[in-house]
T-cell receptor, first 112, second 113 residues
Framework: SQQGEEDPQALSIQEGENATMNCSYKTSINNLQWYRQNSGRGLVHLILIRSNEREKHSGRLRVTLDTSKKSSSLLITASRAADTASYFCATDPLQGAQKLVFGQGTRLTINP | DTAVSQTPKYLVTQMGNDKSIKCEQNLGHDTMYWYKQDSKKFLKIMFSYNNKELIINETVPNRFSPKSPDKAHLNLHINSLELGDSAVYFC????????????FGPGTRLTVT
């Protein structure tokens, strides 16, 4: 069954605004990762946050993890047109086979 | 240099045919994967190999057979193609068996008519 679910499914904002995407999951995890997929391309790894971490930054990206609520958020600050893409969270479940389980993604559109 | 490459990028074929997709990574990674992304963008793992050994085999029809001649290559052969096989197939690789960050290829868009 699907582990991660992103919210919203689609988000459209103006360039320069901040974009926040959320991910909820069902079972305990080792880590949670965020990926970006530009149209017609493969996924690109953005950031990995471990289960014992609460927040992580990478450039304009900020990821939070709340294991008690089984949720994570990805914040992109000062958005640019080039940030237009689909964003996926992927969880590494604590139990079971060693594999990432992906959500269905949030489609982010940055309007110039 | 491309880290993870796949060929072909597009594949259009008729039902019942057999086709193969090739994947190569030059990152020196030990683990490689095949994923299927459907029309709703849902990405699901199909297979995973570590040093040429199959470690994950999800509920995939027997018509799909992965082959890893060495740890830098993971090919996917599909027999008797069906309409429902139409999707984008991604190859990926990562260091070791622990699920660290994965590097994805550009994808192969398979269309079965």
């Amino acid at each position: 069954s699907q582990q991660g679910e992103e919210d919203p499914q689609a988000l459209s904002i103006q360039e320069g605004e901040n974009a926040t995407m959320n991910c909820s999951y069902k079972t305990s995890i080792n880590n949670l990762q965020w990926y970006r997929q530009n149209s017609g391309r493969g996924l690109v790894h953005l950031i990995l946050i471990r289960s014992n971490e609460r927040e992580k930054h990478s450039g304009r990206l900020r990821v939070t993890l709340d294991t008690s609520k089984k949720s994570s958020s990805l914040l992109i600050t000062a958005s640019r047109a080039a940030d237009t893409a689909s964003y996926f969270c992927a969880t590494d479940p604590l139990q079971g086979a060693q594999k990432l389980v992906f959500g269905q993604g949030t489609r982010l559109t940055i309007n110039p | 240099d491309t880290a993870v490459s796949q060929t072909p990028k597009y594949l259009v074929t008729q039902m019942g045919n057999d086709k193969s997709i090739k994947c190569e990574q030059n990152l020196g990674h030990d683990t490689m994967y095949w994923y299927k992304q459907d029309s709703k963008k849902f990405l699901k793992i199909m297979f995973s190999y570590n040093n040429k050994e199959l470690i994950i085999n999800e509920t995939v029809p027997n018509r799909f057979s992965p082959k890893s001649p060495d740890k830098a290559h993971l090919n996917l052969h599909i027999n008797s193609l069906e309409l429902g096989d139409s999707a984008v197939y991604f190859c990926a690789s990562s260091r070791g068996r622990v699920t660290t960050e994965q590097y994805f290829g550009p994808g192969t868009r398979l269309t079965v008519t």
